[in-house]
């Protein structure tokens, strides 16, 4: 909806993308209008419905029950996540943290965007993102950095040391729905011949060094 200045698109791994709202009525269990602030996954969710109705989550899953946190008197046994960890491989290939403060976003392929190759936004201050503050906190950026290189070894390990997905998206390009080709092509139908030959010298750039 505009954000980052892209319209229509899901392009990037911020905030406006990957922040879902979850509205929960449980009948006895919920509270009306109480608001909860704990990160949680969406693979949580199905984590929370095997708890409900009296399962056991199975050991390797990587969901986690959020149900004491909706029992008030449960609530002290939850663990909240200090941290998220996001991925995006549609248009672009980026990984991102959010904690408490702050956002960060490693871009690893562009795709056909302009990002920066690492992006910090101090949500408390900066709340839509429209601030790339990593210059003035480097210290922030190494911790975000090492947060992911955690996370990347923790799944790895947990499922196998199965090679990182995202590492193949990288090599083949975020190419889902629309080539290199196919959009400059379309640029050069609208006259934006420069725009089309710089598409097209990065994809190249990038696919064959």
């Not at 996954?41 to 050991?59: E, R």
């Not at 400059?184 to 725009?195: Q, Y």
Request: with cysteine; proline share 6%.
């Amino acid at each position: 909806m505009g954000e980052q200045g892209i319209y229509m698109e899901h392009a990037s791994a911020t905030e406006a993308v990957h922040h879902l709202p979850l509205i929960i009525k449980i009948p006895g269990i919920t509270q009306p209008g109480k608001v909860y602030e704990q990160f949680v996954y969406n693979v949580d969710v199905i984590a929370s419905i095997t708890d409900l109705i009296g399962l056991n989550v199975p050991q390797g899953w990587d969901g986690r029950s959020f149900m004491p946190i909706l029992k008030t008197e449960a609530a002290e046994e939850y663990e909240a996540r200090p941290y998220l960890v996001m991925d995006h491989g549609l248009n672009t290939c980026q990984r991102a943290i959010r904690d408490a403060r702050w956002y960060f976003i490693r871009t690893y392929h562009p795709g056909f965007y302009r990002f920066d190759d690492v992006t910090l936004y101090d949500m408390e201050n900066d709340p839509h993102q429209l601030h790339n503050v990593a210059s003035h906190f480097p210290e922030i950026v190494h911790l975000m950095d090492h947060r992911i290189q955690e996370w990347l070894q923790e799944q790895q390990s947990k499922h196998g040391l199965i090679m990182d997905p995202m590492q193949e998206v990288i090599r083949s390009g975020p190419w889902r729905y629309v080539t290199p080709e196919a959009w400059a092509e379309r640029l050069r139908s609208e006259g934006r011949e420069a725009e089309a030959d710089s598409i097209l010298e990065k994809w190249r750039r990038n696919h064959f060094e």
